[in-house]
């Protein structure tokens, strides 16, 4: 399996879905949650170009998303999808590099700004 890494913003973002999760729906949705961004974020580094996955040059060059719900296998199982980009492109082998973990309703052009922290 590829290994990958998150950027401190993925990290924040990651941390701050978990949180309000939590808020709003309790621990144990939390922890599934959680669990279905792993399982998001093992699937790109197993297979960065995935089907699935888009390619988002408009956003940066080699940067490409996947919508967490197809972690699940079905419609409406989550509201984030990862930005990454695979790291032979940015020069880490065969690592992916998680840039953002972001809600559907936020833009990502504005939150993908700086790339890679």
């Known amino acids: 399996m590829t290994p990958y890494r998150l950027t401190r913003l993925a990290e924040r973002d990651v941390t701050d879905i978990l949180r ?3 808020r709003r729906f309790g621990p144990l ?3 599934r949650y959680a669990a279905l961004i792993e399982r998001a974020v093992l699937m790109v ?3 960065p170009e995935r089907p699935g996955s888009r390619p988002r040059d408009e956003l940066a060059e080699g940067v490409r998303s996947f919508h ?3 972690a ?3 419609r409406g199982a989550a509201s984030h999808t990862l930005y990454y980009v695979p790291g032979s492109s940015i ?3 065969d690592a992916v590099l998680i840039l953002r973990v972001l809600h559907d309703a936020m833009e990502p052009g504005l939150h993908l700004t700086g790339g890679v922290e």
Do not use: F, N, P
């Open 45 to 47: 580094a197993d297979r």
């Open 91 to 93: 020069g880490l082998a």
């Open 68 to 70: 967490v719900e197809l």
């Open 72 to 74: 699940a296998g079905r």
């Open 20 to 22: 309000e999760s939590a």
């Open 29 to 31: 949705q939390r922890d």
